[in-house]
């Protein structure tokens, strides 16, 4: 008779090969019971010893998960918008198939809501996208520009004296842009231009921290403690200011050239910090704000930027 088919009540014979004075000591199935490798055993052949804590959990392992908390769910769907996916194609995110693919794995959210589903529709002028955690402009009328401002052009869409302005450069353009901060006259460079009002707030304002990119050709030589004292901080008569980051790039008789890297905006700041520390500027060009660069751009050319670069924006100026 079969142990699956023996009845409960009924008793196992005692004895045999698996009873206590048998001479192998084996359990059920013929396993080994005897000691661990390495483990104590005990006169005559003692107890096995099996796993300290098998069956059982963890001292380490807790019993009850945390609780969480609910996250509240969000209708995002406006049943007069346009389908997601489609939006999100317009966009430069992808083609219509890859977008449905990005949707279906989670990996979009509509105004901090994780969209999974294919049929929702969305109103592009109110409601914000993200796809892995990058906001999409889904605003075709948006405008954004990279432009290498030429020595001598003021920064402003009109000049009162008569000076060489960004009109001349885009002041034929429909949209009314607005420009991400300032550079002297003097001073040339990447500056962006934007009709994204909010966005522009964001890139220029000290307090979201966002990154601008300066190489100063000075007067030389550096002295060694130059950048130490930038890093912590010099006295001008607004206040006082550091970079976030020196180096020297290059140095040649009477002369050298520094990258400065700071998030203040105030007006000749890099010309009035290097200046405080005994280095006049000869010549400034800004080659980075945020994420973005000047490259080979040429000098009073302007570059649409390109999904990605708008996306970094995005992220940089937290939106």
């Known amino acids: 008779m079969s142990e699956y088919s023996r009845s409960p009540r009924q008793p196992r ?87 449905e693919n990005l949707i279906e794995q989670g990996r979009v959210e509509v105004d901090g809501q994780v969209v999974t589903e294919l049929g929702v529709r969305i109103n592009p002028q109110t409601q914000v996208v993200h796809v ?89 030589p550096v002295q060694r403690d130059v950048g130490k004292r930038l890093r912590e901080g010099v006295e001008l008569e607004d206040g006082p200011v550091k970079v976030d980051s020196f180096r020297i790039v290059d140095h040649q008789p009477g002369k050298a050239m520094v990258e400065v890297v700071l998030h203040e905006g105030r007006k000749h700041v890099v010309r009035r910090m290097l200046e405080a520390v005994g280095h006049p500027v000869v010549e400034l060009v800004r080659t980075e704000v945020g994420p973005i660069r000047l490259a080979d751009l040429k000098s009073g050319r302007t570059r649409r930027l390109n999904k990605a670069e708008i996306g970094a924006l995005y992220k940089a100026a937290g939106l």
């Open 13 to 99: 014979k005692k004895g045999g090969p698996s009873g206590p004075s048998g001479g192998g000591s084996k359990g059920r199935a013929g396993r080994p019971t005897g000691t661990r490798s390495g483990g104590k055993s005990g006169g005559g052949g003692g107890k096995a010893s099996g796993p300290r804590f098998a069956g059982s959990t963890k001292a380490s392992q807790p019993t009850k998960l945390p609780d969480r908390k609910a996250v509240p769910q969000i209708d995002v769907h406006d049943p007069d918008g346009v389908r997601l996916q489609k939006l999100m194609a317009a966009g430069g995110v992808g083609s219509r198939r890859v977008c």
């Open 132 to 220: 892995d955690g990058v906001r999409v402009n889904l605003d075709e009328d948006r405008v954004y520009l990279a432009f290498n401002k030429p020595k001598g052009v003021v920064t402003t869409m009109h000049d009162e004296l008569g000076r060489i302005s960004l009109a001349d450069y885009v002041g034929n353009r429909e949209e009314r842009l607005f420009h991400v901060g300032r550079l002297d006259a003097d001073t040339e460079g990447l500056l962006l231009l934007t009709n994204d009002g909010e966005l522009a707030h964001r890139l220029q304002h000290p307090a979201y921290g966002v990154l601008k990119t300066y190489i100063a050709t000075i007067r030389g």
